[in-house]
Protein backbone atom coordinates (compact mmCIF):
# COMPACT_ATOMS: atom_id res chain seq x y z
CA UNK A 1 0.00 0.00 0.00
CA UNK A 2 1.39 3.26 -0.88
CA UNK A 3 1.71 5.67 2.38
CA UNK A 4 0.47 9.24 2.42
CA UNK A 5 4.31 10.37 1.55
CA UNK A 6 4.51 8.54 -1.77
CA UNK A 7 0.93 9.61 -2.93
CA UNK A 8 2.00 13.38 -1.55
CA UNK A 9 5.19 13.17 -3.56
CA UNK A 10 2.96 11.36 -6.46
CA UNK A 11 0.86 13.93 -7.17
CA UNK A 12 3.31 16.84 -6.43
CA UNK A 13 5.50 15.23 -9.03
CA UNK A 14 2.50 15.31 -11.56
CA UNK A 15 1.21 19.15 -10.77
CA UNK A 16 5.39 20.16 -11.35
CA UNK A 17 6.12 17.67 -14.56
CA UNK A 18 2.33 19.04 -16.12
CA UNK A 19 2.06 22.34 -14.87
CA UNK A 20 5.12 23.89 -13.09
CA UNK A 21 8.42 22.64 -15.53
CA UNK A 22 6.50 24.07 -18.97
CA UNK A 23 5.36 27.08 -17.36
CA UNK A 24 8.59 28.06 -16.01
CA UNK A 25 10.65 26.99 -19.32
CA UNK A 26 9.02 30.41 -21.01
CA UNK A 27 9.38 32.73 -17.55
CA UNK A 28 12.41 34.39 -16.65
CA UNK A 29 12.22 32.25 -13.53
CA UNK A 30 15.69 30.49 -12.25
CA UNK A 31 15.87 27.10 -13.85
CA UNK A 32 18.03 24.16 -13.38
CA UNK A 33 19.56 22.47 -16.66
CA UNK A 34 20.41 18.54 -15.28
CA UNK A 35 21.24 15.71 -18.54
CA UNK A 36 19.34 12.81 -18.70
CA UNK A 37 20.37 9.83 -16.34
CA UNK A 38 19.02 7.67 -18.99
CA UNK A 39 17.77 9.81 -22.18
CA UNK A 40 21.27 12.10 -21.90
CA UNK A 41 19.03 15.15 -23.27
CA UNK A 42 19.06 18.62 -21.45
CA UNK A 43 16.44 18.52 -18.65
CA UNK A 44 14.67 21.82 -17.36
CA UNK A 45 13.26 22.23 -13.89
CA UNK A 46 12.41 25.09 -12.11
CA UNK A 47 13.63 25.53 -9.04
CA UNK A 48 13.89 28.39 -6.39
CA UNK A 49 17.16 29.20 -4.16
CA UNK A 50 19.97 31.83 -3.79
CA UNK A 51 23.46 32.60 -5.71
CA UNK A 52 25.95 33.20 -2.63
CA UNK A 53 28.87 34.46 -4.20
CA UNK A 54 30.06 31.24 -6.60
CA UNK A 55 27.41 29.17 -5.34
CA UNK A 56 23.87 28.62 -5.88
CA UNK A 57 22.21 27.04 -2.86
CA UNK A 58 18.88 25.31 -3.32
CA UNK A 59 17.03 22.40 -1.31
CA UNK A 60 15.28 19.84 -3.15
CA UNK A 61 11.86 19.22 -1.70
CA UNK A 62 11.39 15.51 -2.81
CA UNK A 63 15.29 14.57 -1.61
CA UNK A 64 17.16 11.53 -3.10
CA UNK A 65 13.57 10.84 -4.89
CA UNK A 66 13.94 14.12 -7.40
CA UNK A 67 14.47 13.31 -10.85
CA UNK A 68 17.22 16.29 -10.89
CA UNK A 69 18.70 14.62 -7.91
CA UNK A 70 18.71 11.38 -9.86
CA UNK A 71 20.35 13.10 -12.70
CA UNK A 72 22.86 15.03 -10.77
CA UNK A 73 24.13 11.76 -9.35
CA UNK A 74 24.60 10.20 -12.82
CA UNK A 75 26.03 13.08 -13.80
CA UNK A 76 26.76 16.56 -11.83
CA UNK A 77 27.94 18.75 -14.69
CA UNK A 78 24.79 21.12 -14.51
CA UNK A 79 23.88 24.66 -15.53
CA UNK A 80 21.70 27.14 -13.81
CA UNK A 81 19.59 29.37 -15.55
CA UNK A 82 19.66 32.97 -12.96
CA UNK A 83 18.46 36.16 -13.65
CA UNK A 84 17.82 35.06 -17.39
CA UNK A 85 21.82 33.68 -17.87
CA UNK A 86 23.02 30.37 -18.12
CA UNK A 87 26.19 29.46 -15.61
CA UNK A 88 27.73 26.02 -15.62
CA UNK A 89 28.64 24.60 -12.48
CA UNK A 90 28.96 20.74 -10.52
CA UNK A 91 26.10 20.15 -8.62
CA UNK A 92 26.66 18.29 -4.79
CA UNK A 93 24.15 16.82 -2.97
CA UNK A 94 24.51 17.83 0.71
CA UNK A 95 22.68 15.17 2.85
CA UNK A 96 24.22 16.23 6.15
CA UNK A 97 23.04 19.47 5.75
CA UNK A 98 20.13 20.95 7.99
CA UNK A 99 17.89 21.60 4.65
CA UNK A 100 15.16 22.91 6.94
CA UNK A 101 18.05 25.20 8.44
CA UNK A 102 18.97 26.36 4.97
CA UNK A 103 15.77 27.22 3.16
CA UNK A 104 15.79 29.76 6.14
CA UNK A 105 18.26 31.83 3.90
CA UNK A 106 16.70 30.96 0.75
CA UNK A 107 13.84 33.35 -0.67
CA UNK A 108 10.85 32.91 1.65
CA UNK A 109 7.73 32.21 -0.86
CA UNK A 110 9.80 29.46 -2.34
CA UNK A 111 10.94 28.02 0.71
CA UNK A 112 7.64 28.12 2.13
CA UNK A 113 6.23 25.92 -0.84
CA UNK A 114 8.64 23.36 -0.35
CA UNK A 115 8.26 23.17 3.28
CA UNK A 116 4.74 22.58 2.07
CA UNK A 117 4.79 20.24 -0.86
CA UNK A 118 8.41 18.55 0.44
CA UNK A 119 8.18 14.96 1.47
CA UNK A 120 12.04 14.58 2.08
CA UNK A 121 14.37 17.32 1.97
CA UNK A 122 17.68 17.47 0.71
CA UNK A 123 20.54 20.84 0.87
CA UNK A 124 21.82 21.21 -3.14
CA UNK A 125 24.83 23.34 -3.65
CA UNK A 126 25.94 23.98 -7.09
CA UNK A 127 29.60 25.25 -7.56
CA UNK A 128 29.25 27.84 -10.36
CA UNK A 129 32.00 28.14 -12.75
Keep these: MT ?6 RQVVHGIQ ?3 VNPVGRQLPVTMLETIGRKSGQPRRTAVGG ?8 M ?7 SDYVYNIKANPAVRVRIGGQWRSGTAHLLPDDDARLRLRNLPRLNSAGVLAMGTALLTVRVDLD
Excluded: A, M
Aim: hydrophobic fraction near 40%; charged fraction near 40%; avoid cysteine.
Design 3 to 8: DLRDLK
Design 17 to 19: RLV
Design 50 to 57: RLVDSQFW
Design 59 to 65: VSEHGEH
